[in-house]
């Protein structure tokens, strides 16, 4: 059984920073996309920067130059370094991979629990 575990949430002021993980456990074969996803109160989750399995990179216009999303060394984590952060960065934080395991077919998505980020003025 595969699993999408977040860490790293927390309260923080406004322009400070914040490093949230995602870990990927069970029977992982292969990683592909691997996503952080957000959703504030009363809003639609949104997509806020996406690593592909070749490390290429894309971000949403809100937190381009702020946020940086990277993979751990053993490929299973991905990371999502977040600079310069504020209030309306609040939100619920997911992490969401598209993952090939020893008991499936293909490649399918898997999310995690979410993690809070809540940025005080």
């Known amino acids: 059984q595969v699993q999408l575990v977040e860490s790293g949430g927390g309260l923080v002021q406004a322009g400070g920073s914040l490093r949230l993980s995602c870990a990927a456990s069970g029977t992982v074969l292969s990683i592909a996309n691997m996503d952080w996803y957000r959703q504030a109160p009363g809003k639609e989750r949104e997509l806020v920067a996406r690593i592909t399995k070749s490390d290429n990179t894309n971000y949403a216009d809100s937190v381009k130059g702020r946020f940086t999303i990277s993979r751990g060394s053993g490929r299973n984590t991905v990371n999502l370094q977040m600079n310069n952060l504020k209030p309306e960065d609040t939100a619920a934080y997911y992490c969401?991979?598209?993952?090939?395991?020893?008991?499936?077919?293909?490649?399918?998505?898997?999310w995690g629990r979410g993690t809070q980020v809540t940025v005080s003025s």
């Open positions: 969401r991979a598209e993952i090939y395991s020893s008991r499936s077919s293909g490649y399918s998505v898997y």
